[in-house]
């Protein structure tokens, strides 16, 4: 029988322990202040992150591109797009290379709001990381940006065959070159 307690192997894999301990939280606390964030806009979390996906992607995207490039669910994104396309922010038009995958744009309302999003995000991480050490924040990117490698590796990843893994957002700018 498997105790409850299981035994861990050096420090390497406590620090390890505690970055992903720490990443949960800071996940659900970034979650709940981006729906703060987002609230006055007329916007969650989820419906902010879609927007932003095809925002910075600079072109229409399908619903599967939006899941891979987010790291969600197509399942998710799907109920989301058609609650933006209710609210006018999205709109789906047809897709050459797929008849049943439609592809989601940006509508002037939706990039009106996105940018809007953009001011008040700026603002909001600039208060934020006030005083924090600029190279501490450059490791901690660069430290996650390589366990998402790893754990899209490990786990037949969501990447895009080809596609090297970086920062998410230059990421998905790149792609509108």
Do not use: K
């Not at 894999?13 to 720490?22: M, P, Q």
């Not at 058609?82 to 990039?111: F, I, K, Y």
């Not at 600029?134 to 895009?160: F, H, K, V, W, Y």
């Amino acid at each position: 029988m498997i105790r409850h307690q299981q035994v861990r192997t050096g420090r390497r894999t406590e620090a390890a322990t505690e970055v992903i301990l720490w990443t949960f939280r800071t996940n659900g606390l970034l979650l709940r202040s981006g729906d703060l964030l987002a609230g006055d806009e007329g916007l969650s979390s989820a419906r902010w992150q879609v927007l932003g996906a095809v925002a910075l992607a600079g072109r229409p995207l399908t619903v599967p591109q939006i899941a891979r490039r987010m790291g969600l669910t197509r399942q998710s994104v799907h109920a989301t797009v058609g609650r933006l396309v209710a609210d006018g922010l999205l709109g789906l038009v047809p897709n050459a290379d797929h008849q049943r995958s439609q592809l989601v744009q940006l509508t002037e309302l939706g990039r009106a709001r996105y940018r809007a999003m953009e001011r008040r995000q700026v603002a909001w991480v600039s208060r934020l990381t006030e005083g924090l050490d600029i190279s501490s924040l450059e490791t901690t990117a660069s430290t996650l940006g390589d366990l998402c490698r790893r754990l899209e590796t490990d786990s037949g990843g969501s990447r895009e065959v080809g596609q090297p893994v970086t920062s998410p957002r230059s990421r998905l700018e790149r792609r509108t070159r």
